[in-house]
T-cell receptor
Framework: DQQVKQNSPSLSVQEGRISILNCDYT??????FLWYKKYPAEGPTFLIS?????DKNEDGRFTVFLNKSAKHLSLHIVPSQPGDSAVYFC????????????FGPGTRLSVLP | KAGVTQTPRYLIKTRGQQVTLSCSPI?????VSWYQQTPGQGLQFLFE???????NKGNFPGRFSGRQFSNSRSEMNVSTLELGDSALYLC?????????????FGPGTRLTVT
């Protein structure tokens, strides 16, 4: 059973609009979450993180929202740019799990010019 | 600063064989983690090594093993290969143990088992 789910395998957005990528988790012990971006033929790149003591973290065009009661987090990209086209993975960990990270299956974002 | 390098980049093996993958971390990084990426399962954590010691291990069978050398380079070995082991194997390095937000990933080794 997947502990971290990204139910949308793909998403297409027009350049300049907002991209919203969603992630759900089942393990209530998770207390730290990350988003990674992956281009083809490259390894994933860390994008942004959030700990469970916060409900929002912002870094430039990227904002991550965490809803602990719903066990849901989302990544907002505003405005979306063609260079944002990539696969986005969310990952979760729990401090008392030795910081093993559990990754979601990824969402492929296509930003159309 | 050179990035994380993985060798080989592509590999084709047959069922039952064993394979060794290599990862050279960024200079100064002492933690190396290994991940398996498949289309259906996404990225799955295999294990993390820090200062030559296995620090964490994911939920993979004992056929998957690894080690880290004194220069922080790491190898991952898979014995008795199965078709389901076909995947992209990524390694990531970081300065501190468990530093997932500081992890730098290599380009991966694509393993195909026939």
């Amino acid at each position: 059973d997947q502990q971290v789910k990204q139910n949308s395998p793909s998403l297409s957005v027009q350049e300049g609009r907002i991209s919203i990528l969603n992630c759900d988790y089942t393990n209530s012990m998770f207390d730290y979450f990350l988003w990674y971006k992956k281009y083809p033929a490259e390894g994933p790149t860390f994008l942004i993180s959030i700990s469970s003591i916060k409900d929002k973290n912002e870094d430039g065009r990227f904002t991550v929202f965490l809803n602990k009661s719903a066990k849901h987090l989302s990544l907002h990209i505003v405005p979306s740019q063609p260079g944002d086209s990539a696969v986005y993975f969310c990952a979760a960990s729990a401090a008392n799990y030795g910081q093993n990270f559990v990754f979601g299956p990824g969402t492929r974002l296509s930003v159309l010019p | 600063k050179a990035g994380v390098t993985q060798t080989p980049r592509y590999l084709i093996k047959t069922r039952g064989q064993q394979v060794t993958l290599s990862c050279s971390p960024i200079s100064g990084h002492r933690s190396v983690s290994w991940y398996q990426q498949t289309p259906g399962q996404g990225l799955q954590f295999l294990f993390e090594y820090f200062s030559e010691t296995q620090r964490n291990k994911g939920n993979f069978p004992g056929r998957f093993s690894g080690r880290q050398f004194s220069n922080s380079r790491s190898e991952m070995n898979v014995s008795t290969l199965e078709l389901g082991d076909s995947a992209l194997y990524l390694c990531a390095s970081s300065f501190r143990a468990g530093g997932a937000d500081e992890q730098y990933f290599g380009p991966g080794t694509r393993l195909t088992v026939t």
